[in-house]
């Protein structure tokens, strides 16, 4: 048997596959900042374009400033929400107390309204709410804040930035070596085409947070819900976790309503608002600004954020569309793999109609020809 068909066999594929998921799962430490680097890189980009173009800067001053730019800014960022988390933690006694007695007065309401026995409820020793509580208000704004574990390596980020920009012409003469065997022309529209992605796909993702953000804090504020303005951003922000990223940004300020309200509706109304805002979101806001810049289909998009969550928690479900999106332009653009990016991108019209529409529609056609 030659190399070639031994490389080919299945068997050895399926133990590719596996080694490099095996990869990419130990080095998660060393791909994870290389990747928001990447990321980060898309985002200043332009602007370092304009320190030296505009204002004549030399790269290496271009790259700093931009840097420096860059990170005061998600420096603000995660400082006011670790203000607004610890605020909301110095809080939780007051939350604690107040849920309880809720919990007590809907047992209560239980009890008389369904005829059902106390042995059947559960009582404060079988769940001890008010510890409960205690314990863990703290353990989920922990974990918000821990979701943002990506960026916990500040020193390695900031470097592989640095020469991300600084290199960029660099990289694309490796790139032009790599492959050799295409045109220069080729490696550049390619190059440009998964760059225009990328920064299409951060900025419509960036006008869609400001949207619903806008709307989330509209929302709260007519519930009269405390610092609505920032659990209506910051459940905006976390619209970078997919699906999850909702789910805990509806959370906190549903908390705070079931605490500091008089009736358990306020709280509903925070979720039911929130669940609407999302259905707008994602079935308009985001289609119509983003339009079909990703261009992957929604099989490929939710099996990719099951599968990078898996890889790499929540940081990989962050990343996962961008890869996808890249490595849906590379397989478009390499011969023997164009099968995988049809796969991975959006299906026509006509491949979603049943047979039956089509025999109905080519029947009133023929008709048609007839009568003429």
Known sequence: MSTNQVLSHPVFGLLFVIAIVFTLYVLKPLIMPLLFAVILGVMVFPVQRFFEKKWRC????????????????????????????????????????????????????????????????????DLELGKLLKGNLGKITTFIS???????DLVLVPIYLFFFLYYRRFFRVFAYKLFHNKSQSFVNKMINKIYRVQ?????????????????????????????????GFFAAVLLLIPYIGVIIGAMLP?????????????????????????????????????????????????????????????????VALPIMATLKIIFDHTPG?????????????????????????KWKNMRKEKAQ
């Open 146 to 152: 821990k979701s943002g574990s990506f960026m916990s």
């Open 199 to 231: 920064k299409d796909y951060l900025a419509g993702l960036l006008k869609v947070m400001s949207i619903v953000g806008i709307l989330n804090t509209i929302a709260l504020l007519l519930l009269g819900i405390e610092n609505a303005i920032f659990f």
């Open 337 to 361: 793999y164009q099968a995988y990016g049809f796969v991975m991108g959006e299906p026509v019209d006509a491949l979603l109609q049943s047979k039956a529409r089509q025999r109905l529609k």
């Open 58 to 125: 030399n790269r290496l001053f271009a790259t700093l400033f931009s840097i420096l730019i860059i990170f005061s800014v998600t420096a603000l960022l995660f400082f006011l929400i670790y203000i607004n988390l610890q605020d909301f933690i110095s809080n939780s006694d007051n939350y604690t107390t107040k849920l309880s007695d809720t919990y007590e007065n809907l047992m209560i309401y239980l009890k008389d309204a369904f005829n059902i026995s106390n042995s059947r409820l559960m009582n404060e020793k």
């Open 254 to 318: 549903a908390v705070v309503a079931l605490a500091t309200k008089d009736s358990i509706w306020y709280s509903v109304g925070v979720i039911g608002i929130f669940g609407f805002i999302q259905f707008i979101e994602g079935n308009f806001i985001t289609p119509k600004i983003t339009g079909s810049k990703v261009s992957l289909n929604s099989f490929i998009a939710i099996l990719s954020l099951i599968a990078f969550a898996m890889l790499w928690g929540i940081s990989g479900m962050i």
